[in-house]
């Protein structure tokens, strides 16, 4: 597990070379920390407490129309943009990062590392 954690830990960290990249979070799906990296000091449990409400929220939304999976969700405030992937059932991928966060440099990147997370936590 401490091997595990290293790598995990290790991922997260260098998401945060990505220009813009403020904190990345893993956290399970009742909104637990299992890993951060963080440029600056984030209240961590505080935003992934209020993820179940939003993960549970999304996906009753897609449930009315039949959506399917949720694959990812993007909100963009006025001096930042936060994205949520699911990494499997049990666990999220939080990335927080500033208002000039590259949309597609982000994606790419995700597209990369979710199936590490994903091989590391099944």
């Keep these: 597990m401490a091997t595990m954690d290293l790598v995990m830990g290790k991922i997260l960290t260098d998401m945060l070379e990505i220009d813009g990249v403020i904190g990345?979070?893993?956290?399970?799906?009742?909104?637990?920390?299992?890993?951060?990296?963080?440029?600056?000091?984030?209240?961590?449990?505080?935003?992934?407490?209020?993820?179940?409400?939003?993960?549970?929220?999304i996906k009753l939304i897609g449930d009315q129309f039949n959506a399917g999976k949720p694959k990812e969700a993007i909100i963009e405030y006025t001096n930042a943009r936060m994205f949520v992937n699911?990494?499997?059932?049990?666990?999220?991928?939080?990335?927080?990062g500033s208002a000039d966060l590259n949309l597609g440099?982000?994606?790419?990147?995700?597209?990369?590392?979710l199936p590490k997370l994903e091989e590391m936590l099944s």
């Design 24 to 57: 990345t979070i893993v956290v399970d799906k009742d909104g637990l920390v299992i890993e951060s990296a963080a440029r600056k000091n984030l209240d961590r449990e505080a935003i992934a407490g209020v993820l179940h409400e939003l993960a549970s929220a």
């Design 105 to 113: 440099r982000m994606k790419l990147e995700l597209r990369k590392v």
């Design 86 to 96: 699911p990494i499997n059932d049990d666990y999220f991928l939080i990335v927080i």
